[in-house]
Structures are given as C-alpha cells and as structure tokens.
C-alpha cells in the first residue's frame, strides 16, 4: 500500500475530540431511549426488535461520524464506544443507584397466583411471553406460581408454588 492510500485511510475531517464527543451523545441517546422500551433478553428479540435496533444503528451513523468515512474516524468512534460501555458497566456494578437508574429494578409480575397485568403492560409483556416463561418453569399457568418477576436482564424468573 502506498504511503498516499495509507495517509487518505487516516486523515480526518474533524478533530479527534468531536468523534468521541459524537460517540458519548449517542451512546447516552441509545442508552436512554432502549432503556424506556422495556427490558428483554437478546434472545427474546423479536423480529420487530431486531429490525428496530437494525434501523436504529444505521440511523445514527451519520450523527457519530459526521460526515467523515475515514479508518481512523471509525476506529475513534468504536474506542470511545467500548470505553463507555466499559466505564458504565464499572460504574453500575459500585454505584448501586446508578445500577438502577440504568438497568432497572426488578419487577413482580405474579404473586401468590396474581398476575400483575399492569406491570406486564407496562414492560411490554405479552401474556405469551409470560406463558412461555411459566411452561419453561414447568407450570401450568398463574396458579402454580408463587412468584415471577422481570429481572433487569430481560429473563423472567419464576418460583413454583409447594
């Protein structure tokens, strides 16, 4: 590779600090607004989900980037990226209220038999999805359950009842 194609590969067309202050914006933008969709797994994606994150990747590109195509440009906003997360996952895990403003708290969705269908809506939770997870725990329906909740990884634990 010659050293004009090397040098066109790194060369900027803005300062360093604006990729990774492009970077932080979106970041804490994604952050906030997947955090208010509600919480599920990877797994538990469904394809509307997928899509969504899909498009939204796509989406915010241009704002990360500005314009600007080059290597060093890219491999910028990715450092600043992994960094971030890394620096929020350290955060979370010694700043407990930090952990549930990101992550979330738990949430009841059965007790003792009752299901909880206002907490279901509000964390987008079908009845399917809450059947599913009950048969995976090997229960029949609500009755079998003395409790069910939404933990803050998207998964649905579930006690039986004695």
Not at 98 to 108: A, T
Not at 121 to 145: F, P, S, Y
Request: with cysteine; charged share 15%; hydrophobic share 50%.
């Amino acid at each position: 590779m010659s050293a004009d194609r090397l040098s066109s590969l790194l060369a900027i067309s803005l300062p360093w600090w604006e990729f990774v202050i492009r970077a932080l914006v979106v970041y804490a933008f994604l952050l906030i607004a997947l955090r208010l969709t509600g919480k599920r797994q990877v797994g538990q994606l469904t394809p509307f989900d997928l899509v969504l994150l899909l498009i939204l990747s796509n989406a915010v590109q241009n704002s990360m980037n500005g314009g600007d195509n080059s290597l060093l440009g890219g491999l910028i906003s990715a450092l600043t990226l992994v960094g971030l997360n890394s620096l929020v996952g350290r955060l979370t895990s010694s700043h407990p209220k930090l952990e549930r403003l990101i992550d979330g708290q738990p949430r009841v969705l059965i007790s003792n038999g009752h299901v909880y269908h206002a907490v279901m809506v509000q964390e987008g939770i079908t009845r399917d999805e809450l059947m599913a997870a009950l048969r995976r725990n090997g229960c029949e329906g609500a009755e079998d359950v003395r409790l069910a909740v939404l933990e803050t990884n998207g998964g649905i634990s579930v006690i039986k009842r004695a």
